[in-house]
């Protein structure tokens, strides 16, 4: 991954994950979300797992090192994905990741309070640009009569998910600086969270039984290699070269695909709010990517730098 150009990496997340978000609808009726996140994870946890030892890099880490693993599993690809496919079964694929407009500013932040990244004034406020943007596209949602319950629910989950995943990045980047090299990191990390996924649907008391629909099965694939090994390996890579804030401005982009394939497949109609919500999102994409200057920090030598 690290032969790629930067603006490459980014294409394809927003690519990948931009059309996954629609994939995971297709996992929601057969199978409960706890399940389905477990299967995904443990697919792509395993094949990046088998990559690594195929490439002969080093699967031997100390008990420390597993237990942060662990922790990167349950928020970045865990339990944070149950709450996403939580979320769509409620309000359009769409605007669950139009929440995620505020990943950027919840990463930016933690890394300041954490790691010692600067963090400008203009990155704040790109994001909190981004955090109104949220609010009025979910505005909508969650005052019609009509779905309005259905539009709380979806909120709270995404809500949720946006929260378990920033602090998940965060694990991320912070395994990387210690020297956990990014096949292996990735793979044990997300048969972690396929492990976390699981055990929280057997406390639940979810029935488990795989599903025999075509749609699912595809769907799976999709998730688990496209959007699990593929996407997420040029999101880390990316993480590594900008920080997890800068990085996260992925999130405020892919949105804009995802809300496009609502409107195509899913029969999603925005209002004059949805438009202005999706307006300012973008806004404060373009505010936080400005100006290109990223400083290094010696707390995250060869991980995070400064925002602008």
Known sequence: MHRFKTWQLFAVCVLIWGTTWHAITYQLSDLAPEFGVAVRYTIAGGSLVAFALWRGERLRFPLAAHVALALQGAFLYGVSYVCVYHAERYVASGLVAVGYSASPLLTGLGAAALFGVAVGRRFVAGGVLGLAGVALIFWPEIVRPAAGEDGTFGLVFTVASVLLSAVGSLSASRNRTRGVPLLPAMGF????????????????????????APSWWLSLAWLAFAGSVVAFACFLTL????????????????????????????????????????????????????????????????GATAME
């Open 239 to 302: 993480q590594d070269r900008l920080g997890p804030g800068p990085a996260g401005t992925v999130g405020v982009m892919t949105p804009l695909l995802a809300l496009g394939v609502s409107l195509l497949l899913e029969g999603y109609r925005p209002d004059v709010l949805t438009a202005v919500g999706i307006a300012l999102a973008v806004a404060g994409n373009a505010l936080m990517l400005r100006p290109a200057r990223l400083r290094r920090v010696a707390a995250l030598r060869g």
């Open 189 to 212: 990390g997300m048969l972690y969270g396929a492990v976390w996924a699981a055990v929280l649907g057997l406390v639940l008391g979810r029935d488990f039984a795989l599903p025999t």
